[in-house]
Nanobody, 120 residues
Framework: VQLQASGGGSVQVGESLRLSCAAS???????KGWFRQAPGKDREFVAA???????KYHDSVKGRFTISVDNAKNTMYLQMNNLKPEDTAVYYC????????????????WGQGTLVTVSS
């Protein structure tokens, strides 16, 4: 599976962005996730969706971010609303066929990252 993330950009506090992750190959039965990495920090879990439907979010994005998948388009999305400066990071999409944990960065397949910058 190859992943291509897109949709990042520079926005003001309170604005919205939608990230996309296009997959080539069969990934319908994969767990899919979004992670982010700010400068000087470790890669951090943001959101994930199990192929069976379970969804998890980091506490800091609950109520603001929504993860979704369009299987017909082989694409995953991360709708980010009410963005804050602390959301500034490179966002990565990831996928894995079987995982012990949805929230740890142990996915086997990763996209190249897309930069989100939120300024006040």
């Amino acid at each position: 599976v190859q992943l291509q993330a897109s949709g990042g950009g520079s926005v003001q506090v309170g604005e919205s962005l939608r990230l996309s992750c296009a997959a080539s190959g069969r990934w319908r039965s994969y767990t899919k996730g979004w992670f982010r990495q700010a400068p000087g920090k470790d890669r951090e879990f943001v959101a994930a969706i199990h192929w069976g439907g379970t969804v998890k979010y980091h506490d800091s994005v609950k109520g603001r971010f929504t993860i979704s998948v369009d299987n017909a388009k082989n694409t995953m999305y991360l709708q980010m609303n009410n963005l804050k400066p602390e959301d500034t990071a490179v966002y990565y999409c990831a996928a894995q066929s079987s995982l012990e944990s949805m929230t740890l960065p142990r996915y086997g397949y990763w996209g190249q990252g897309t930069l989100v910058t939120v300024s006040s």
